[in-house]
């Protein structure tokens, strides 16, 4: 069991999302998460279905979609080590804006989303150093999605 | 009164004859056509920079300003990947092989790849602007060892139109790892999705300070891709963009491609950021 | 050249004519065409604007008798000596299908050989920036080289200045210092000659001169000095580069904007602007196509375009474009300003805009940083209280 929660200690510690966090903060994130492994093909939650989980790409490569009549699912990003998914869970309704699949081999970080909002409640400075972090991966992607919107390449269509 | 003189022998104006030898589709709207100059001495002595462009004229219809896409080591066919866009690419693209054209050349700034002896690269292509970096790409595999880890990042609005796929393998065969992510796909694309920003953000850097960094694409696309790779330690002086505007004469002397104090044809288009940055986000400059 | 001052008569101004004629020149010069100073073929100097001076002010022009015969009492009108150097349309290329393909040539005609007479300070001034623009790059124009090397120049000291003028502003003038073959300085009964070349000095070999006079060296730097004192507008250029570049996004761009027409008249009448563009002209038969060079205007619409749009898509970038180019960036493209400060750009503007005017209300006003754009006046904190 200790070994186990060490090594997801240590997992939290490595991605992009735990930088600048303190011993103590990752410990009290390892304590509300759990390892997740899962192979090609696999979805991970789906568009409108009501999701706790907050998900950390440790490993591996997820595909998000968005079904649409007539067009079926959709993709329109992939994400992978150190990104987040299914922020609606710690911020939303948790209801899920897209699809999730598996494309390669995974390792997620699974966080309940009802234990981090209590935890922001109750640890005010982690809770801080969580939301920063959450708002950064997602000014990232807002920034991503415009570029998207832009439709830059649309030149090379004659 | 003097007798006429002869043309000056370097008249900037005078276009060689130069023959198609292969003109291919690429992707939709672009394809690529392979020019040899009809004169020995000419093809032997003509040579170019990766990065440079030619002017390829059609008689009657004008002329257009093309990046060389070929392999710089590779002398005797003058390879330029081309998108359709108006009345002299049209033609161009019609012409059939053997068909007699005129070129001058080549002109503009070069991607420094002398100055990537010994240090990590990072290219990041959008769209067609990886044809300008192609014989960034044949030149780094020809010389790869004087090179540490050498990456590629290809951008596309979606996988029809990621240009030279059909190389990729090679390339990464010869030691570059080449990653590619496209704006839009259907669920059949198993691969990356996601801005060129995004991958870049994920690449491992050993040595970012030190890492030299070339992009070329939509202008927006290179301005985040710098702002990205400032975010992640390269430095300013460091990282080389390709600019874009209508050139008319490619010798500095008609005013059309003027961007600030900038003439593109021959203070660029290949920029180091830091000369341009101050200029890069004033609107409609 | 320190060679003594020679004096002409005024009768021998027919013979200068007449002698560069008969050496196989072009003789051009001011003369009157559809009620304005233009430059056009002398053949003496009856065809110069004798008796007749301008008056200048923003987007105004008009001619006027003198109570004398004078005949250089005027200053500079629309033309500017480009139109014989770079000219407005000339062949730059050719293509020929043969039955091994295309065949491109260059054209091999000598070009005429001007002798420019009646040349102002600030004309020479904006022929040495020409001369950078076309012959001081990595690609040197055949066509300016050609006729530059060949121009046989007869300057003129000004006598007088238009209320357009700020050559002095610009250090390019009014006095004619080097850059010619001959100066003038016209007098009551004729012309002070000074020799600027060995050219020159063998042109007034073959002329009815004598040395100059002590009285009439006077009488020409007072005429001089005239020119000097009638000049009243000013252009302060301290730090314009800077000033310019740093304020690219100033509220004035906008204003301007709602004056300016975009008619391009100032790039037609600025004797420094080159602009231009190459099309093709072909024969009826397809097979001979010539490449001409036509000048062309950074306020065409389409001048400056990406992917088939527009990048200057309005007149306030446009305007932006060409009064940057010429008094800034100019300085990093060419080592100097591109402006001579002779004022033509604002005698011709129709709405007669002034870009002495538009420099110093960028000066006057405190720069909008684009950090912390204010409401133009107002601080934060008065527009919320």
Redesign the interface.
Known sequence: MTSDSDSLLKLIAETRFAEDMSIGQLECLSRVSRLCMLSPGTILFREGDIEDNVFVISTGHIRLSMNVPGRGGVPFLTTGPGELVGWSGLLGDGRMTATATVTEETTLIAMSGQKLRDLCSSEQDLGYVLLKRVAQVLSQRLLSTRLQLLDLFAECRT | ??P?????P????????V?ITRTAPA????FTCDLTF?DAAVRKEYSYRPGQFNML?L?????IAISISGDPDLRDVVSHTI????NVTNALAQLPTDS???MRGPFGSHWPVEDCVGRDVVLVA???GLAPLRPVVCHLLTHRDAFKDVTLIV???EPS?LLYSAEYEDWRAGGIDVQV?V?????L???????V??VL??IPLRDAKHTILMTC??E??MW?TVQMALGRGLSAESLYVSL???M??A????????F??E?LC?DGPIFCYDQVASILK???? | MSLPVLFIARSELDQLIRTLADDGYQVVGPTIDQEAIVYGDIASAEDLPVGWTDIQEPGKYRLERRNDEACFGYVVGPHSWKKYLFPPVTLVASADRTKTGWQMSTPEAEPPRYAFLGVRACELAAMKIQDKVFLGGPFVDPTYQRRRSAAFIIAVNCTQAAATCFCTSMNTGPRCNAGFDLALTEIADGFLMEIGSEAGQALAARLTTAPATSEQLDRGTSARQQAVDQITKQMDTTGIRDLLMNNLRHPQWEDVANRCLSCTNCTMVCPTCFCSSVNEVPDLTGDHIDRERSWDSCFNIDFSYMNGSPTRNSIQSRYRQWMTHKLATWQDQFGSSGCVGCGRCITWCPVGIDLTQEVAAIRSSPSISPATEQVAGKSLEETES
């Not at chain 2, 008689?59 to 002329?63: A, H, R, V």
């Not at chain 2, 704006?183 to 669920?187: E, G, I, L, N, P």
Request: hydrophobic share 25%; proline share 6%; net charge neutral.
């Open positions: 009164m003097k006429a003189a002869t043309a000056h370097h008249n900037p104006w005078l276009a060689h004859s023959r992707t939709p709207g672009v009809d004229y008689p009657g219809l004008g002329e998108r359709e866009a108006g007699s054209i005129g959008g769209g067609i951008g596309s609005r139109g992510t704006d839009r796909a259907d669920s694309w198993h691969g990356k999705i996601g801005m920003t995004n953000d994920r694409g939509p927006v696309m985040y874009e505007r209508n008319n004469c010798i500095g002397l008609c005013g059309h491609c003027q600030g104090p003439f021959k004033i609107d409609d400059l």
